[in-house]
């Protein structure tokens, strides 16, 4: 049997695509077939050693997968003809700007967050007093809660030195200082501050 000339070159145009969608899939079918392994693999191990929280187990399996699912990808592209230098400057890339980025929001963030930890956990409501501490032996900012917001609770200042003044404290300060804490606005007589 013989194979006529157009059949040939045909298949001699596509050689080259087919055996690169070959490949990818052949990657994406052992990537698959690994991260199902190394999952099973896992699980047994949670089985036969009870002992391991599953608090270690799930985060493992999950880092696990995504570094094969990563590792697939970057075959992949590179059997597409992406170049590896060209993919590692733009993940470092990426990495350095989100990193600049992270550092630059981070007290915005934190504050954020505190927030959220107010309003969940409710350490304190408004209309309650509150003194957050500088340490043991000094008073520190003492007043009613008036405003809760992602960035700052303020207070309305209830020490002798501006009376009726608001004061913004930022979220992140009741979480780093000692915080004393009355309900309802019942507050103690005044300590004298040491001068």
Do not use: H
């Amino acid at each position: 049997m013989t194979i006529s000339l157009p059949t040939l070159e045909w298949l001699l145009a596509w050689r080259e695509p087919l055996l690169t969608a070959g490949q990818v899939l052949l990657i994406i079918l052992l990537a698959w077939l690994l991260q199902r392994l190394l999952t099973r693999g896992i699980t047994r191990l949670g089985k036969r050693y009870p002992q391991l929280p599953a608090e270690l187990l799930v985060p493992l399996r999950g880092v696990l997968r995504w570094l094969v699912l990563g590792s697939a990808l970057l075959l992949v592209l590179e059997r597409v003809g992406v170049s590896a230098q060209v993919l590692w400057g733009a993940l470092t890339g990426f990495a350095a700007v989100a990193a600049i980025a992270f550092f630059a929001l981070w007290s915005v963030l934190s504050n954020m967050f505190c927030a959220l930890l107010i309003f969940t956990l409710g350490p304190f409501r408004i209309g309650d007093c509150v003194e957050v501490l500088e340490s043991a032996d000094k008073p520190g900012v003492r007043g009613r809660v008036m405003e809760i917001n992602l960035f700052y609770t303020t207070l309305e200042d209830l020490s002798g030195d501006a009376p009726g003044a608001w004061v913004q404290i930022p979220n992140t300060l009741f979480f780093q200082k000692a915080v004393r804490r009355w309900r309802n606005g019942d507050l103690p007589p005044e300590r004298p501050r040491n001068v």
